[in-house]
């Protein structure tokens, strides 16, 4: 059941084809107005049973069916015989019944990122990728992750295999955390990570299964002295439940760490947002890590480490009171230990100290001393609106753990040959009460291209955005920053153009993402107004170089231009005076002289 | 030496002292614009003020005064060796200039005519001959010109090129003329020139007609302006009625160009006048018209404003103010809505028979 909840919090529309456990609203409406009718039509019953029957009771179908159905029985078609087949409640309640999330992924796959061949397989790996780094990181260990593509017989299969140097996987853990969908440690704390759902590895896993029939394997060591644990497995979509084909015990030659295997259908191939644009990115944010890249083709790409240190690992905070929903506040009133308002309010927040705990309780005209079940049933609304007048301050920002300036420099000399770079690091800030922090990255000239658009490069906790570029607020705050002020050129509305890559970076506890596939960060105004300072500190920077190297392009242009004509002055002169050459030449020095001082 | 290449080579000479004296040397040249121009009736052609663009010898302007200086050197020679050059073979010698050469034919024009208002003479005094062809003549004249090779005099009748008609040529000086017309009629398009020829006009109304082709060449004015002046012929001038007939092209006749203000002395006819079309004569034949483009109304205004032409004159005033108030303008070939031949049968006469009511 737990997963059920959780995937509702996620997606709205579950709950819809649920609502024959509890009427809502409208539904509820058109529920009791079938029932009147069916009544009617006990004799048509029968012949309908059958048919249900015959089709598969599958909860979603039920649901398209009833919205078949409701326009139909719109009064005025009251003839018995055109009155199409209705349900009774009963008929339907049999049809009603509870889906697994993972059958509700299954289904809806382009919500996680599956939506073609070619980017099912980037998605993979940069799930794979992401949960490496993630548990080397926590782990304290500089990751050196590995990942390898393998063609199949079959043209439009691949074997793709994610290996890294991480603390490795508990055995008990290992079906559930690869073969469960939203399982995972990730979800339900306030600390910067790349995952955040506990989706990701499984829906690939659960993508390779039902495009290839093929389990997904793990291998997994913990320490040099103990054995590898191997494992096959399936995930039961109906129960989302892992369903275990191997387990075996295995000789691997390495230290510790995880290797996964997916098999899958997809589609390799190079350019815009590809496997390889991943990669570069995810080493241009993550200069500690170490990646390899074996190709289709059998080729090894490195892109190496050019810091040996670890990013600060970011500390775990309790929520933010501006953040909580008045639902959650809710639960957690309800699901306490605390004893009293006062003191939930001050343990389970943070930035609320005793005496902000008993201001709010004043404000929403609540006893400090009530019981928080109490709460929770009768007076939760007051609560939350007087935790929202209440003035607490900004949550603790030790949770984040940003890229830093220099390292977002070394990230981008690694990867990017240009002639100027720069990064700033924002202070953080807070939408909704989750911290977060902007960074933002330029690297101008060298070899880029002058002409088109800038490249930009948008990151989420360190893990490079490829998809819904324009959806992103990101993006929108690139083009909301006047880069024609920084000796740039800009259409209305357009990207800067010239030779530069920008990149963009936000840390935070809770990225909010558009959608569950993670593709863009949705639009908060607090957000957009971070990037854009970002933004322009390093396009202040930026318009010193560009002004400064024109200006000395400008003067050597001009040294060029009169050594060019010069001479012609002197040649005309000495035709129209009859001159001699060697006073030719004087004029060329004479003049040369004259300009030259007068230049600077 | 002649005066002219005297004159060169004193420029040539100032600029080589400034730069052994180590400063920058500079060429002024009068300003080329209405802003530096002002009309006296008395004299009848626009003069220059007197306001000078120094050109300073810098890192900004080393290339135009190469090819100035460049340029000069080559008139110099043409005027030494009486040599002519066409402004397009200008353009091509300047490819021998390494870096200095000219990319387009207009920027070596440009030159070519800041050398002439540098030395206030006119190209063809520097042997710089223009591409253009000078206009048409048709009717009661007589030119007088010379074989090239034997020297003999050729005497040219221009009644007699039947429905065919006499080029004026780049270079008018030498041609002496004789006639017995009464008046010269000076036409804008060679549509309607080709329709007075056809029905041989100049023969009823005993004239010259002479076909300008949009606004006319130096030479056509030089032309108009030698029959004008020894001839003591009237001019009358037929255009459009709209402000590019009556500006660009007659006002261009009469008084000369800001863009060319220290030649107009030579090439403007002072005492020609504006038959039509008027915007009056528009209500007066019903005349079918054309709505005012932008670009009209934005050159009348410009007009009113600055023309010293169009200020001293009241009646231009009014007649643009009318024609901005209708908001139309009306072609001379417009007169075949009433007959193809009303134009000669009536308009013609009936304004030739009151030149009193011309337009200055």
């Known amino acids: 059941m737990s997963d059920v909840r959780y995937a509702a919090k996620l997606s709205g529309p579950i709950t819809t084809y649920d609502e024959g456990a509890e009427p809502m609203g409208k539904p509820g409406k058109k529920l009791a107005k079938l029932k009147a009718?069916?009544?009617?039509?006990?004799?048509?019953?029968?012949?309908?049973?059958?048919?249900?029957?015959?089709?598969?009771?599958?909860?979603?179908?039920?649901?398209?069916?009833?919205?078949?159905?409701?326009?139909?029985?719109?009064?005025?078609?009251?003839?018995?015989?055109?009155?199409?087949?209705?349900?009774?409640?009963?008929?339907?309640?049999?049809?009603?019944?509870?889906?697994?999330?993972?059958?509700?992924?299954?289904?809806?796959?382009?919500?996680?990122?599956?939506?073609?061949?070619?980017?099912?397989?980037?998605?993979?790996?940069?799930?794979?990728?992401?949960?490496?780094?993630?548990?080397?990181?926590?782990?304290?260990?500089?990751?050196?992750?590995?990942?390898?593509?393998?063609?199949?017989?079959?043209?439009?299969?691949?074997?793709?295999?994610?290996?890294?140097?991480?603390?490795?996987?508990?055995?008990?853990?290992?079906?559930?955390?690869?073969?469960?969908?939203?399982?995972?440690?990730?979800?339900?704390?306030?600390?910067?990570?790349?995952?955040?759902?506990?989706?990701?590895?499984?829906?690939?896993?659960?993508?390779?299964?039902?495009?290839?029939?093929?389990?997904?394997?793990?291998?997994?060591?913990?320490s040099h002295n103990k054995p590898a644990h191997y494992y096959q497995l399936e995930i039961d979509t109906k129960r989302n439940e892992p369903r275990i084909i191997v387990d075996e015990t295995i000789e691997w030659p390495v230290e510790r760490g995880t290797k996964v295997e997916i098999e899958l259908e997809a589609k390799y191939q190079k350019g815009r947002q590809s496997v390889e644009e991943y990669l570069e990115q995810t080493a241009i944010a993550n200069p500690h890590v170490l990646l390899q890249f074996v190709t289709p083709e059998g080729e090894t790409k490195k892109y190496k480490r050019a810091s040996n240190e670890l990013p600060v690992q970011p500390k775990e905070i309790k929520p933010h009171p501006y953040g909580v929903e008045l639902g959650v506040l809710i639960k957690m009133l309800h699901d306490t230990n605390a004893r009293t308002l006062q003191s939930f309010l001050h343990?389970?927040?943070?930035?609320?100290?005793?005496?902000?705990?008993?201001?709010?309780?004043?404000?929403?005209?609540?006893?400090?001393?009530?019981?928080?079940?109490?709460?929770?049933?009768?007076?939760?609304?007051?609560?939350?609106?007087?935790?929202?007048?209440?003035?607490?301050?900004?949550?603790?920002?030790?949770?984040?753990?940003?890229?830093?300036?220099?390292?977002?420099?070394?990230?981008?000399?690694?990867?990017?040959?240009?002639?100027?770079y720069t990064s700033v690091t924002r202070p953080p800030s807070v939408y909704r009460g989750n911290p977060f922090?902007?960074?933002?990255?330029?690297?101008?000239?060298?070899?880029?291209?002058?002409?088109?658009?800038?490249?930009?490069?948008?990151?989420?906790?360190?893990?490079?955005?490829?998809?819904?570029?324009?959806?992103?607020?990101?993006?929108?705050?690139?083009?909301?920053?006047?880069?024609?002020?920084?000796?740039?050129?800009?259409?209305?509305?357009?990207?800067?153009?010239?030779?530069?890559?920008?990149?963009?970076?936000?840390?935070?506890?809770?990225?909010?993402?558009?959608?569950?596939?993670k593709?863009?960060?949705?639009?908060?105004?607090?957000?957009?107004?971070?990037?854009?300072?970002?933004?322009?500190?390093?396009?202040?920077?930026?318009?010193?170089?560009?002004?400064?190297?024109?200006?000395?392009?400008?003067?050597?242009?001009?040294?060029?231009?009169?050594?060019?004509?010069?001479?012609?002055?002197?040649?005309?002169?000495?035709?129209?005076?009859?001159?001699?050459?060697?006073?030719?030449?004087?004029?060329?020095?004479?003049?040369?002289?004259?300009l030259e001082r007068s230049r600077s | 030496?002649?005066?002219?290449?005297?004159?060169?080579?004193?420029?040539?000479?100032?600029?080589?002292?400034?730069?052994?004296?180590?400063?920058?040397?500079?060429?002024?040249?009068?300003?080329?614009?209405?802003?530096?121009?002002?009309?006296?009736?008395?004299?009848?052609?626009?003069?220059?003020?007197?306001?000078?663009?120094?050109?300073?010898?810098?890192?900004?302007?080393?290339?135009?005064?190469?090819?100035?200086?460049?340029?000069?050197?080559?008139?110099?020679?043409?005027?030494?060796d009486d040599e002519i050059m066409t402004k397009r073979e200008a353009y091509y010698v300047s490819k021998n200039w390494d870096d200095a050469r000219f990319d387009e034919q207009p920027e070596s024009d440009t030159v070519i005519d800041d050398i002439e208002s540098l030395f206030q003479v006119n190209r063809e005094q520097l042997g710089f001959i223009p591409e253009e062809k000078g206009g048409e003549i048709a009717g009661k004249l007589i030119v007088i010109d010379r074989d090239s090779d034997t020297k003999k005099k050729?005497?040219?009748?221009?009644?007699?090129?039947?429905?065919?008609?006499?080029?004026?040529?780049?270079?008018?000086?030498?041609?002496?003329?004789?006639?017995?017309?009464?008046?010269?009629?000076?036409?804008?398009?060679?549509?309607?020139?080709?329709?007075?020829?056809?029905?041989n006009y100049w023969r009823k109304a005993n004239c010259i007609l002479v076909s300008m082709g949009g606004v006319p060449t130096r030479a056509c004015r030089r032309f108009i302006r030698r029959l004008s002046d020894e001839l003591k012929l009237p001019v009358y001038a037929f255009v459009d009625c709209d402000p590019y007939g009556m500006f660009n092209i007659y006002r261009t006749l009469k008084v000369g160009s800001g863009n060319a203000a220290h030649i107009n002395r030579y090439f403007c006819v002072p005492k020609a006048t504006f038959l039509g079309v008027t915007p009056q004569d528009i209500v007066d034949y019903k005349l079918p018209t054309h709505p005012l483009k932008d670009v009209d109304i934005k050159r009348a205004k410009d007009a009113l404003k600055n023309d010293p032409f169009v200020k001293h004159y009241k009646p231009w005033q009014d007649s643009i103010k009318q024609l901005l108030e209708m908001g139309v303008r009306a072609e001379q070939q417009a007169f075949a809505v009433h007959n193809l031949n009303y134009v000669i049968e009536h308009y013609l006469p009936e304004k030739l028979s009151s030149p009193k009511k011309f337009l200055p």
């Open chain 1, 437 to 517: 922090q902007i960074e933002a990255g330029l690297a101008y000239g060298g070899s880029l291209s002058a002409e088109g658009l800038a490249r930009v490069l948008r990151y989420a906790n360190r893990v490079p955005l490829l998809y819904q570029q324009s959806a992103c607020a990101m993006t929108k705050s690139v083009l909301n920053t006047a880069w024609r002020n920084y000796a740039l050129s800009q259409s209305a509305g357009a990207l800067p153009s010239g030779p530069l890559v920008i990149v963009v970076h936000m840390a935070s506890v809770w990225v909010p993402f558009t959608s569950e596939s």
């Open chain 1, 347 to 420: 343990s389970e927040f943070s930035r609320v100290s005793s005496s902000v705990a008993k201001a709010i309780c004043d404000k929403a005209k609540l006893f400090e001393r009530a019981r928080p079940t109490r709460i929770a049933r009768q007076e939760a609304d007051n609560l939350f609106k007087a935790i929202n007048q209440t003035k607490i301050m900004n949550p603790r920002t030790d949770c984040l753990s940003p890229i830093g300036e220099e390292l977002i420099l070394a990230g981008l000399k690694k990867q990017i040959e240009a002639d100027f």
């Open chain 2, 1 to 80: 030496m002649s005066k002219l290449a005297t004159q060169i080579k004193d420029t040539a000479e100032s600029v080589c002292t400034k730069i052994q004296q180590k400063s920058k040397p500079t060429l002024a040249f009068p300003l080329r614009s209405l802003s530096n121009v002002n009309y006296h009736p008395k004299q009848g052609f626009f003069q220059l003020k007197g306001k000078k663009k120094v050109r300073t010898l810098t890192v900004g302007t080393v290339k135009t005064f190469a090819q100035t200086l460049r340029m000069m050197s080559q008139a110099k020679t043409l005027v030494e």
């Open chain 2, 154 to 199: 050729l005497e040219i009748d221009c009644t007699k090129f039947g429905s065919g008609a006499y080029s004026i040529p780049i270079s008018v000086e030498h041609l002496k003329f004789e006639t017995k017309a009464k008046f010269v009629l000076a036409i804008e398009t060679a549509g309607m020139f080709q329709r007075l020829v056809k029905h």
């Open chain 1, 519 to 594: 593709e863009a960060v949705a639009h908060y105004p607090e957000i957009i107004k971070e990037v854009r300072l970002a933004l322009q500190e390093c396009g202040r920077r930026l318009s010193v170089f560009v002004r400064r190297r024109r200006k000395a392009a400008e003067s050597q242009r001009k040294k060029d231009y009169i050594q060019q004509y010069i001479p012609h002055i002197a040649i005309a002169l000495r035709e129209m005076l009859e001159l001699t050459e060697r006073q030719e030449t004087t004029l060329v020095k004479q003049l040369t002289d004259v």
């Open chain 1, 37 to 222: 009718k069916a009544v009617k039509k006990v004799k048509k019953k029968k012949t309908k049973k059958t048919v249900t029957k015959k089709t598969k009771p599958k909860p979603k179908k039920a649901a398209d069916k009833k919205a078949d159905e409701a326009p139909e029985s719109v009064p005025g078609k009251v003839e018995e015989k055109n009155v199409p087949r209705h349900s009774t409640a009963e008929e339907m309640a049999s049809r009603q019944r509870e889906i697994s999330v993972a059958e509700f992924f299954t289904k809806n796959r382009h919500l996680l990122g599956f939506d073609n061949p070619r980017k099912a397989l980037l998605t993979t790996i940069k799930e794979g990728v992401d949960n490496s780094l993630d548990a080397c990181e926590e782990a304290g260990i500089l990751p050196d992750v590995k990942v390898i593509i393998a063609p199949n017989q079959e043209e439009d299969r691949f074997r793709v295999t994610i290996e890294d140097n991480g603390p490795g996987i508990l055995k008990k853990q290992i079906p559930k955390i690869f073969a469960k969908l939203l399982y995972g440690s990730k979800f339900h704390r306030l600390k910067m990570s790349r995952g955040q759902q506990g989706i990701g590895i499984s829906a690939a896993g659960m993508y390779g299964q039902l495009t290839t029939g093929k389990p997904i394997s793990i291998t997994s060591k913990t």
